[in-house]
């Protein structure tokens, strides 16, 4: 087993995009639920929510607010699984519920350089 | 009651006592000879109240009669005067020569320490939880490989090993310094944990024997809520799991000895007091920010006692058991989780996470599949429920899963 790492795009700045309070609870829901399934599989490592302000340092010591000023999807969260190859990894990350929401997307990436073999 | 029955009941409550007791006076290193002590406190109160007729206060009694053969231990022992007291003085901040004390005070900080010197990282999960009983809760060698479903040689050598492991650390009889608290806490909880589990799940028949298991590990972990250095969050955590736990002890298994599925309990076996008391030391739990296993564990047993199938209960149940398995996983919470799940967003649901799970060895794998396909498929169903019944090993599994076989048309 290899350890992949899932992130997680969405728009947290337009207004229009922002769910309302009773639709956070059922995305949360959604959520709780796919990592519990992926929990429930002995593939869930680690990983959690991210606060959606931020500070972004550019080359030159330039620090702006936020990664939002250029583009629309920003890191919502991140969560690394094991699985056994790349397409088991995004076979589990095509059910992530935030893809249910336009626009937002998972990315997955392989984390390479630990030892696996345990 | 009569001397015969007064004995074994007194062994069980004091013998502990006496041996922590004298242990934090002589040393850890001579935990035997305290054991000695005690056996022979007792072996001399069967002699002398066989003859002469219980005393009018037994427990006085044999406080005395341990007092003193621990004095004559201490006088006797001329090398222990020479050459080991010099030692112990320096470690030791009570003086050896004052009065071995059985105030209820010191039993109960004897007894406490005790539990933090015997579940010393040193030595085994399966030998703290041993030492415990025998050293803690007075379980008899044949109880302990009963408890372990082996036997007594396996036992022996196991307490053995343990108590040498124990000397070479020179583990001391002391709550740990607060910095250390929380790791060693850690441990002293999982083998409470341990030693509940043994009652609650193990599959040995003796039915009394598991239910003092259960008795005494929420006895344990009471102790340590009752002292202002142990009484963490957690502690009132794990407390509150086993009571709810207990709660449902009487409801789980029918006069011949078999499981009782939980929704066909009787809950007016449940004990209710028990469960009053978990609400309390849940909520005592709810201190702090650090999230315990042991906190969600007793959430979902809280849940289970509430009786009505509500909407509300398996939502929460299931967001319960999707956090416990993040912090850890376990076959038996993966599959709790799935029935939740059935129970929270429906069966086709719950099938298909099931099969996600590479459980494909474990009976209760295949008997969940077949609970979650009837009514939906009971041809897959069935077929299931015969996989489950190949696989099962105890007769206690078979025949409940053969009922749910017989309960098709053939």
């Not at chain 2, 341990?66 to 030791?92: G, H, V």
């Not at chain 2, 041809?379 to 098709?408: G, M, W």
């Amino acid at each position: 087993m290899d350890e992949y790492l899932i992130l997680m795009r969405l728009d947290l700045i337009t207004k229009e995009a922002q769910p309302s309070p009773e639709q956070m609870q059922i995305y949360m829901k959604m959520y709780q639920d796919w990592v519990g399934g992926i929990a429930a599989q002995n593939k869930f490592v680690g990983g959690t929510g991210l606060s959606t302000e931020g500070k972004v340092i550019k080359s030159g010591q330039i620090i702006t607010d936020g990664p939002f000023a250029e583009t629309k999807e920003s890191i919502a969260g991140f969560i690394t699984i094991k699985a056994k190859n790349f397409e088991e990894a995004a076979t589990i990350a095509k059910e992530c519920p935030i893809l249910r929401g336009e626009g937002n997307s998972v990315e997955v990436r392989k984390i390479v350089g630990t030892d696996n073999t345990r | 009651m009569q001397s015969s029955e007064i004995l074994p009941h007194l062994f069980r409550n004091e013998y502990t006592k006496i041996v922590s007791v004298l242990c934090k006076h002589i040393g850890f290193e001579r935990l035997e000879i305290a054991e000695e002590i005690a056996s022979e406190t007792f072996l001399t109160a069967t002699e002398t109240w066989g003859i002469k007729g219980n005393p009018q206060n037994p427990t006085a009694w044999l406080y005395s009669v341990a007092k003193n053969k621990a004095k004559n231990y201490l006088q006797r022992n001329s090398i222990f005067q020479n050459k080991i007291l010099p030692e112990l003085t320096k470690a030791q901040s009570e003086p050896l020569e004052s009065e071995i004390d059985l105030s209820p005070e010191n039993i109960y900080d004897s007894q406490l320490r005790m539990m933090f010197a015997v579940c010393h990282p040193s030595i085994s999960s399966e030998a703290q939880v041993g030492l415990s009983l025998r050293i803690l809760c007075g379980f008899g060698i044949e109880e302990i490989a009963d408890a372990f479903l082996t036997n007594k040689e396996t036992i022996n050598k196991r307490l053995f090993r343990a108590k040498e492991k124990l000397r070479e650390e020179k583990t001391l009889i002391q709550l740990p310094e607060p910095e250390e608290i929380e790791d060693r806490l850690d441990s002293v909880l999982s083998t409470i944990y341990l030693l509940f589990n043994e009652g609650y799940y193990s599959i040995s028949q003796n039915k009394t024997l598991r239910k003092d298991l259960c008795l005494e590990a929420i006895r344990l972990c009471s102790m340590l809520v009752e002292n202002k250095i142990t009484d963490k969050p957690q502690v009132y955590a794990l407390l509150s799991l086993m009571c709810f736990h207990t709660s449902r002890f009487e409801a789980r298994q029918d006069d011949n000895g078999e499981q009782i599925l939980y929704q066909d309990q009787d809950k007016n076996l449940w004990n209710y007091d028990l469960i009053a008391k978990g609400e309390i030391f849940l909520n005592k739990a709810a201190n702090g920010t650090k999230l315990t296993k042991y906190h969600l564990e007793a959430g979902i047993a809280y849940w289970h006692t509430q009786k009505e199938d509500t909407k509300e209960k398996w939502e929460n149940i299931l967001q319960l058991y999707n956090r416990l398995l993040q912090l850890q996983y376990s076959p038996i919470a993966a599959l709790n989780r799935t029935y939740a799940l059935s129970k929270a967003n429906g069966k086709e649901e719950a099938i298909l996470e099931a099969e996600k799970l590479d459980l494909k060895e474990n009976h209760f794998y295949f008997a969940l599949l077949g609970e979650l396909y009837s009514d939906i498929d009971n041809t897959k169903s069935l077929e299931n429920f015969r996989k489950a019944l190949s696989l099962a090993k105890t007769s206690h599994d078979k025949t409940s899963i053969q009922k749910k076989i017989d309960q098709y048309p053939k």
